[in-house]
């Protein structure tokens, strides 16, 4: 996280307070004026007195602008770069969700067509059954028949050879 440690380091040096080098303490105000004078002279020369934190505001002011700025600017990038994480774990989760109500509807459609399979295999194995005992039931028919032609013509053959 680059733009997270360059935010907080932007953010911690707009925090610091700005003072001038140079504070004076308590009471000090009750001072001649040729020291006052005397001081003035030396802070234009660069010395570090009020006048100097004065010229100096300016560009700590400037400073201060580019590092917030940097900061507007860093902040900006990431609160994008979080709504389009955001947007994009939205849309996964999302095929993510239509993925699994897929998945469940083929599951569906399976156990149904397997609930189909077993019916029409019973259903079939049934018939077949049906079929079979049928056709026992016509060959027992036809074989008691064949046996009582049989038995007929026997006794027909048996009946013309005695008279």
Not at 28 to 33: D, E, I, L, P, Y
Not at 55 to 73: A, M
């Amino acid at each position: 996280m680059d733009h997270t440690s360059s935010l907080v380091s932007a953010w911690t040096a707009m925090e610091q307070p700005h003072t001038c080098p140079r504070e004076s303490p308590h009471g000090a105000h009750k001072v001649k004026a040729s020291q006052v004078e005397g001081e003035q002279t030396s802070d234009r020369l660069g010395n570090n007195g009020d006048l100097g934190c004065a010229l100096r505001d300016p560009e700590q002011s400037l400073f201060s602008s580019v590092r917030q700025l940097h900061f507007k600017t860093s902040l900006l990038e990431m609160v994008e770069e979080l709504r389009m994480r955001r947007e994009s774990e939205r849309h996964f989760e999302e095929k993510f969700n239509q993925m699994i109500t897929e998945k469940q509807e083929l599951e569906w459609q399976k156990e149904t067509l397997a609930s189909k399979r077993e019916s029409l295999l019973r259903e079939h194995l049934e018939e077949i059954t049906k079929i079979n005992k049928q056709f026992k039931s016509k060959l027992e028919s036809l074989e008691a028949e064949k046996l009582s032609v049989h038995s007929l013509g026997k006794k027909l053959a048996d009946q013309s050879k005695s008279p």
